[in-house]
Nanobody, 125 residues
Framework: QVQLVESGGGLVQAGGSLRLSCAAS????????MGWFRQAPGKEREFVAA????????YYADSVKGRFTISRDNAKNTMYLQMNSLKPEDTAIYYC??????????????????WGQGTQVTVSS
């Protein structure tokens, strides 16, 4: 069983930055594909970014490309999301996710079998 714990959320003004962390346990971290998703009130959970097990391949949603950076440190069992130039529309609960099934792409919520509890990010205008 994989446990995921997010941290680093908070309230920030538009144009500001935050760094989210996701600490994983219960399985060898380097065996997990990882991703970040977010869910705003009244909306479906959406893909933000993903990173492969070794960190070689990275994927971003168009809405965050150039502003957000996903990374991982396999020695620390931790994944990160550096968020710069934040906008009010980035306000959401951000979820960390892990997968061991690679039969489908990293953009889909159904590709991930493990989820964190989420951390709130609020961007004020």
């Amino acid at each position: 069983q994989v446990q995921l714990v997010e941290s680093g959320g908070g309230l920030v003004q538009a144009g500001g930055s935050l760094r989210l962390s996701c600490a994983a346990s219960g399985r060898t971290f380097s065996s997990l594909g990882m991703g970040w998703f977010r869910q705003a009130p009244g909306k479906e959970r959406e893909f933000v970014a993903a990173i492969t097990r070794s960190g070689t391949n990275i994927y971003y949603a168009d809405s965050v490309k150039g502003r957000f950076t996903i990374s991982r440190d396999n020695a620390k069992n931790t994944m990160y999301l550096q968020m710069n130039s934040l906008k009010p529309e980035d306000t959401a609960i951000y979820y960390c996710a892990a997968r061991t099934d690679y039969s489908s792409g990293p953009h889909y919520t159904t590709s991930y079998g493990y989820w964190g509890q989420g951390t709130q990010v609020t961007v004020s205008s």
